[in-house]
């Protein structure tokens, strides 16, 4: 026979946290599950991005092994530079999107509700305005 299945009134939570519905921690349970969900992502997305850019890195010696001049040697380094800039620029606006779509991924009552993102496109007319 299987044992009964324990509610909130059986939880020791609900003493030690007085006031707290069954809703209360239930909200409390989804906030945690999207923040532990989004530390995932952004560690993987961390991970691929190092190995990324090791491999890239990697590759700039050899680059510059292969110059005949120094102003070959030059022009390596400002393209290794100028690809390190992006890829770190694109990095940082991944890693925003994956926080910001976590946030939006929790359910809230209306009045506590995070504004919607707005799209690049709407973004890039502000700038043209």
Known sequence: MAAPRKTFQDSPFRTAFPGMDEGAMQSAA????????CLLEINTETAK????????????????VKC?????????????????????SNQTNRMGRIVTESFHSIDRPPALAWPEPEVESTLQQRKAA
């Open 30 to 37: 989804d906030v945690y599950q999207a923040w532990v969900k």
């Open 49 to 64: 991005f190092v190995t990324r850019r090791l491999q890239r890195d990697a590759q700039l010696p050899l680059s510059m």
């Open 68 to 88: 005949h001049h120094p102003q070959d040697v030059v022009q390596a380094q400002i393209e290794f530079f100028q690809t390190m800039a992006e890829d770190y």
